[in-house]
């Protein structure tokens, strides 16, 4: 079956963090820690903190704000992380409500019900549980039939759970599937480290991929092709997992958040993301010059510019590669998606279109879609 994507859509968080705001509540943490261990640091076996700036943000990264469920706990110098309420076991989950939301608006975009839907996948960075699975209880609470189960590829978990729900619909296991992103970034990010506080903001996407031939939206995208690829790098890396309390570490430790080496990733990520875009056009015998748009990965505004110039050899326009990451910092897999989700209603039939994730693993994946 030829197979399109019918629709997507977006939840986005009611709270805003600008860089000032960060800044701030970092820099009031800074002093109080450096407080806290005065002696210590005047005794020369303690490196003071160090301030924050929004300069330094806006030129390294180009964020300028993101969205958060919860601000406060985030900026209170004492806690520096969102403070949720535990729900109970019959209520609906935090991450599956943001799920539900974004995949309402999927469904209402694509002309489709929740009962039309026969496989849902929940693919984010984190999961808020082990089981039973984030997916499973989506598709109760849209009234969905089929099958659904949660994936994990951290940045690149939408693109290849894109690929997921094209094979499950070419195949026939299913014929309509929800891929839905609910990326919580605000709970595994670590908000009193320098390097990476500003990095992250809380998002849902979700898309509707169905059979061509039935879909019945004003608005579809054939996939053309997908192509996925990883590579093993503890350049990102977070060690939270279950095996934390038999290990008897410590649950606060740094390496049970997000960390990087920013400049490592930004090295060696960005030849592999060209290169990968590039084969993979090709053996759809396009070149990318033949691509009206591309989403990228929303991480890094001069990482994105450089994807481009190795692609076309001329500097990115926002019409060719549009940035969504100066209004919701990185959100994880969720990025690409956003971008595709707001820069696409331009587009005319038959333009070719590339969407692409990269990120930790490393994990790349491309999906070239066409206008209908
Ligand atoms: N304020 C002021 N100065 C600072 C700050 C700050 N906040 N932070 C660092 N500096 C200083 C440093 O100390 C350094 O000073 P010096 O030169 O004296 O040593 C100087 O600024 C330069 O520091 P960096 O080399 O670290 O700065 P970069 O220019 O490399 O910028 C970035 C840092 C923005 C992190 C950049 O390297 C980057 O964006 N790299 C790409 C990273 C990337 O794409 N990562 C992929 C992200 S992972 C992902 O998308 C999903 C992960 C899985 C999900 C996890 C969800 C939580």
Redesign the pocket.
Known sequence: HSVVISGTGIYQPPHTITNAEL?EA?NRYVDQENARHADAITAGVREPL????VE??EK??GIQQRYVLEKTGVLDPARMYPRFTERPDDQLSLMAEIAVDAARKALDAAGRTGDQIDAVLCSA??MQRAYPAMAIEIQQALGAGGYGFDMNV??SSATFAIEQAVNAVRTGSAKCVLVVNP?I?SG??AWND???????GDVCTALIIERADTATSADQWEVVGTKLATQFSNA?R?NFGFLNRCEDSDPNARDK??R?E??K??KE?VPLAAAHIEAHLATLEQAPTAVRRYWL?Q??Q??NQLVIKKLVGADASADVAPLILDEFA?T??A?SIIAFHKHRADLAAGDLGVICS???GYSIGSVVVRKR
Do not use: K, L
């Open positions: 800044v970092f160090t301030y924050s700036s330094f943000i390294a990264s960075a984190n951290a940045c990326e970034t595994h990010q320098r390097d990476c506080h500003f990095i992250f990102i977070n958040t997000f990087q920013g400049r990733v930004f990520v990965h991480a890094n001069g990482m990185n994880a897999s990025g990269f990120g930790a």
